[in-house]
């Protein structure tokens, strides 16, 4: 069964651009989390989708945006980009209501 | 609030050593979630163990084991014969009824294991 994949590998975009980073969850698994983790800030919430709403999303301002598609895949706009929007950015999918979730192995985004 | 401390930032042990880490939580709910997460250097959050909060028996697996203990809300993760290979930062976390069933992570605790 392959797991969560995420693309690109690695971003690199100048401040104000606009980075677009995609994830596919786990066959058959229905809710997609995008988590930020950056220097020195730990691992943080950004966005919860499941059957293709945005169900949550933590304490990130409007400019990180994103959906989910028919197929459960997902997508992580970020508009404006600043420097310290630069951070590795996981995608995790789930199934079931308690199940652990399951990470992919993240987008390095990195703002100049 | 719901909160997951991990005090210690980083511990250093040599080969075949044992080594727990620490997790401590703070919850309202009753029905809760605790994980474990390994991030090797390549970054990827590896899935260990999952423990609900109506099961309080201790788990081993090969040379891993977890020690859950509501009545101190803690969540230790200890390391029997520490082999290089589990040099990473471990990361507990916690999932509640109240929520999305987002993790709230400690802020992680990295393991060097020296040869």
């Known amino acids: 069964e392959a797991g969560v994949t995420q693309s690109p590998t690695h971003l690199i975009k100048t401040r104000g651009q606009q980075a677009t980073l995609r994830c596919s969850p786990i066959?058959?698994?229905?809710?997609v989390y995008w988590y930020q983790q950056a220097l020195g800030l730990g691992l943080q919430f950004l966005l919860w989708?499941?059957?293709?709403?945005?169900?949550n999303r933590g304490n990130f301002p409007p400019r990180f945006s994103g959906r989910q598609f028919p197929n459960y895949s997902s997508e992580l706009n970020v508009n404006a980009l600043e420097l310290e929007d630069s951070a590795l950015y996981l995608c995790?999918?789930?199934?079931?209501?308690?199940?652990?979730?399951?990470f992919g192995p993240g987008t390095r985004l990195t703002v100049l | 609030a719901q909160k997951v401390t991990q005090a210690q930032t980083e511990i250093s042990v040599v080969e075949k050593e044992d080594v727990t880490l620490d997790c401590v939580y703070e919850?309202?709910?009753?029905?809760?979630?605790l994980f474990w997460y390994k991030q090797p250097p390549s970054g990827e959050l590896v899935f260990l163990i999952r423990?609900?909060?109506?099961?309080?028996q201790n788990e081993i697996s090969g040379r891993y084991s977890w020690n859950f203990q509501k009545s101190t809300s803690s969540f230790n993760f200890t390391i029997t014969a520490s082999q290089v290979v589990d040099s990473a930062v471990y990361f507990c976390?916690?999932?509640?009824?109240?929520?999305?069933?987002?993790?709230?992570f400690g802020s992680g605790t990295q393991l060097t294991v020296l040869p």
């Open positions: 423990r609900n909060s109506f099961d309080e």
């Open positions: 976390a916690l999932t509640y009824s109240g929520s999305a069933r987002q993790l709230t």
């Open positions: 919850t309202r709910d009753t029905t809760y979630y």
């Open positions: 066959s058959g698994h229905t809710s």
């Open positions: 989708y499941d059957e293709g709403e945005e169900r």
């Open positions: 995790a999918s789930r199934k079931g209501e308690w199940n652990e979730q399951f």
